[in-house]
């Protein structure tokens, strides 16, 4: 079965619903992003003494194209947001694009298209108080339906379990590490911080793992913007530490600011978390065909699992889920799922395991949320 005949199978099991994106965009063509920091190469990231005094932030610049005439028409778009970690992706995208297809390996055959989402605009609030799905994807979803766009890059944690009409998402990128990672200018690792210390964190699924573990801490809800942002504010004293996504971090090249990786054990991350999709208009064959070919079936296989049991439980905006499929070393997919309360009293987890094949993968996550769902009870995942 190819990747988007599977994927016509994963959205009949998991139901597609409507959405209405918000039209409200802004696009651009943009010619680089600078995201000048080398990567460490050694896996534990270790800490040099300087590192204790303060975080390198690295500020990453865009530059906009000013079209004063006219130019070649490109042969593809690319919608993202235009967070240094959204170009990232939405550059990984377009480099494994040339490197596939000689006709877009010429120069002005892809453009990328900056677009505002939602979540983007409202900094001021957490995102679980925003509430609706699809904050960081609405408008780029509706650029695509409209013809503004050919393909769209999402981070797959951001994607809703539906995806609206007319479009497919038939490809996941290889995924990233999926592990979070703990940064401090004080502390080597979680344990280490003193009762009373805040860790700053826009994720109610750490806030409720930190504090269910460690429930002298105070956690910063409304710790949000880009990864630079909250960087300095650890650097400014606004909290004692923070939790971040590595996958991120890699991408930014920017893993020399890490105190100490969490185990899957210690954390476990978000459905979805390091994995890139990239979507597109449902009759447009050809870019079905260009997107089809950058596909990592593993990763799309764990993502489909991981997202069935996401919908499955159908949780509020104010529901803390953590789930992440992987190959064992027999080839056998192995989950682990878990909801919890805001507040870290109260956690249930559960796993699986089955084959690594599609239509497992998907009962799985099926029969993983059911199980969390009925002994959750009444009440529990309403807002």
């Known amino acids: 079965m190819d990747a988007i005949s599977s994927y016509l199978c994963m959205n009949q099991a998991l139901t597609p619903r409507h959405s209405c994106p918000i039209k409200c965009c802004s696009g651009g063509s943009v010619s680089r992003v600078g995201l000048s920091s080398p990567c460490l190469s050694t896996p534990a990231f270790p800490r040099n003494c300087a590192r204790k005094h303060s975080l390198r932030v690295i500020r990453a610049s865009v530059a906009v194209e000013q079209q004063t005439q006219k130019t070649k028409v490109a042969l593809i778009r690319i919608g993202t947001r235009g967070s240094p970690l959204a170009l990232a992706q939405a550059y990984e995208t377009r480099d494994k694009l040339m490197a596939t297809h000689s006709e877009l390996a010429e120069e002005g055959a892809i453009q990328i298209v900056i677009i505002k989402t939602t979540g983007d605009k409202i900094l001021s609030q957490p995102l679980a108080d925003i509430g609706g799905k699809g904050l960081f994807t609405k408008e780029i979803d509706e650029a695509l339906i409209n013809g503004e766009i050919d393909i769209a890059v999402h981070s797959m944690k951001d994607v809703p379990t539906y995806l609206p009409e007319k479009t497919i998402l038939p490809c996941n990128l290889q995924r990233e590490d999926v592990r979070d990672v703990f940064i401090s200018l004080s502390a080597a690792s979680v344990a280490e911080l003193p009762a009373g210390s805040t860790v700053g964190t826009a994720s109610l699924r750490r806030k409720s793992q930190l504090l269910h573990k460690y429930p002298s801490?105070?956690?910063?809800?409304?710790?949000?913007?880009?990864?630079?942002?909250?960087?300095?504010?650890?650097?400014?004293?606004?909290?004692q530490a923070t939790l971040l996504a590595l996958a991120g971090l890699k991408r930014l090249n920017m893993t020399e600011n890490v105190t100490s990786i969490l185990s899957i054990d210690e954390m476990l991350p978000a459905v979805a978390q390091g994995a890139i999709g990239i979507a597109c208009r449902s009759d447009d064959n050809k870019m079905a065909n260009f997107i089809a070919s950058l596909n990592h079936e593993?990763?799309?296989?764990?993502?489909?699992?991981?997202?069935?049991?996401?919908?499955?439980?159908?949780?509020?905006?104010?529901?803390?889920?953590?789930?992440?499929?992987?190959?064992?070393?027999?080839?056998?997919?192995?989950f682990k799922g878990l909801v919890a309360s805001p507040d870290g009293t109260r956690v249930l987890e559960t796993s699986r395991k089955g084959l690594y094949a599609f239509e497992d993968m998907v009962l799985i996550g099926k029969d993983a949320g059911k199980e969390l769902l009925s002994r959750a009870g009444p009440g529990f995942f309403d807002c």
């Open 298 to 334: 593993e990763t799309r296989l764990a993502v489909a699992c991981e997202r069935a049991f996401l919908e499955t439980l159908d949780g509020s905006c104010r529901t803390p889920i953590a789930g992440y499929a992987s190959k064992d070393e027999d080839g056998n997919c192995i």
């Open 217 to 239: 801490l105070n956690v910063l809800e409304n710790f949000r913007g880009n990864v630079q942002t909250r960087l300095r504010k650890l650097n400014e004293g606004v909290v």
